[in-house]
């Protein structure tokens, strides 16, 4: 019960730093591209450690590789069956998903919840692996990449006109899927240990989905691709330290 409180509670924490993010949206209104490239950058290289460093490596550890493999490419599969069926909204790349005829910001929010949820399923099946130490390394990872993502979704969205206040609360409750997404995992972990292997990998293949398929093309608009480099090059370093300090 201890493993299953502290998964809920960390990706809760994760998922709550969007909020901090957004704070900044009380004291500036526009987020330059060269600032948003470079915080979607720094994001994608903390996700890109935690995915290598923290859910694929004790998955192969722990299993076979056919095992990680298979729970890979399912983790891949069930983000691209979301991305299409899922309507929703980039600021930069536009409409993607089914059809629908709701507001650019209910799709903008689905975007981000998409992104979230595999964080949250990574923190949780990483405290089922029983390691506290590289779990916590995970949530504070995941924690830190989302305080700039938190500005990220705060500032466009101010940028568009809406309120300080509620550009506050939306940022904050895209948070919120995450320990959805984390008491999921563990919960599947702990109750089904022999899936640990495969549950890990899926949740590598959630994530790589998002960082590739995502975050690194959100990135490179407006001609800002080397600037999103060297900051994600800084949040791999970020997260491959704290996994290696604390796992």
Known sequence: MNIILFGF?????AGLCTAVGAIPVFFINKLEKQWYSSMLG???GVMLAATSFSLLVPALEAGTVLEVVIGFVLGVVFLEVADKLIPHQHFFKGKEGGSSKLRKIA????????????????????????DVGKALALAIGIGIQNIPEGAAVALPLRGEGYSKGYCFWMAALTGLVEPIGGLLGVLLVVSLAQILPGALAFAAGCMLYVISGEIIPESHEGGNGK??????IAGFIIMMSLDNLLG
């Open 107 to 130: 799709l903008f929010i689905m975007a981000i919840t998409i992104h979230n949820f595999p964080e949250g399923l990574s923190v949780g099946v990483g405290f089922g692996l029983g």
């Open 42 to 44: 720094f994001a994608a």
């Open 227 to 232: 600037l999103a480099t060297i900051w994600l």
């Open 9 to 13: 509670l960390a990706s809760l924490g």
